[in-house]
């Protein structure tokens, strides 16, 4: 294998942003598989793509759209009957701010 493109440095530096603590066996782990993520994006741009136009998706895509019509739908009363938690017709859930 030829000069490394990713130092544990780097992967410390990365890990720092995202806020991740990692282990000196991840920052190895990590280190190693970046560069050989890297190694094989260098690998896919010796392909000649000039002849291949710029894409979004794999598949042509088109929308389909359907008219706006109301339609019937479940009363209140049918949907609150899943609700583990009800209170006044609405669900229940737990608070979370802190």
Known sequence: MGERRITREVVEHV???????????????????????????????????????????????????REDEVRPSFSRDEIMMNAPEKERGFFRVPKIIE
């Not at 066996?25 to 002849?51: C, P």
């Not at 136009?53 to 759209?65: D, R």
């Open 15 to 65: 890990a720092m942003l995202a806020r991740l603590g990692l282990s000196e066996e991840e920052k190895a782990i990590f280190e190693e598989q970046l560069d050989r993520i890297l190694a094989y994006a260098e690998k896919i741009n010796e392909l000649d793509t000039s002849d291949v136009e710029p894409t979004s998706h794999v598949l042509p895509l088109k929308n389909v759209m």
